[in-house]
């Protein structure tokens, strides 16, 4: 039996151009584009899981016929809160209980949203953020967000484990 194989996409596809439509007054913004300057999981920006999230979550999106639009928009904007976390100093609070609602306000200062993106960016963090998701896509972001984490988390740590690791 042969297997069916899926072809990877790549940022030259039509489907990732497709994408880059849906975000483009977005990640052409200077504010957005300042995420790049702060590190988010492991050696990640957070413009780059930011964008990880969005196009995947675009593709999951579209595939279950959801608002891959949306989900989108509200996975690139839902860590848009402009501070490095890591650095207790630099915000109040404990950061994942409150970047969503720092991120949402950031992002409805700068862009005009639907119900869905705002919706996707104050909820990426349940549980912590305690009120129940409204749309499927809110889900779907939220559930993106994690398995991007999960990645950046485990290859930061295989990367400094083995380059730290003596033979």
Request: aromatic share 14%; proline share 2%; net charge positive.
């Amino acid at each position: 039996m042969r297997r069916k194989t899926r072809k990877k996409e790549n940022t030259n596809s039509i489907e990732y151009k497709k994408f880059e439509m849906c975000i483009n007054d977005l990640s052409e913004n200077i504010e957005v584009n300042s995420m790049e300057q702060f590190i988010h999981h492991g050696n990640t920006s957070c413009f780059e899981h930011s964008k990880s999230v969005a196009y995947i979550s675009y593709l999951v999106c579209k595939k279950l016929g959801l608002d891959y639009n949306s989900a989108a928009r509200g996975g690139l904007l839902h860590d848009f809160y402009l501070y490095d976390w890591h650095i207790k100093s630099s915000h109040v609070g404990l950061h994942g209980f409150n970047h969503p609602h720092i991120a949402s306000k950031n992002a409805q200062k700068y862009f005009s949203l639907n119900k869905i993106e705002i919706d996707i960016i104050e909820k990426h963090m349940w549980p912590l953020t305690f009120k129940l998701p409204k749309y499927k896509e809110s889900f779907v972001v939220l559930l993106v967000d994690k398995y991007c984490s999960f990645f950046e988390i485990i290859q930061f740590r295989n990367k400094t484990h083995f380059s730290t690791s003596k033979n």
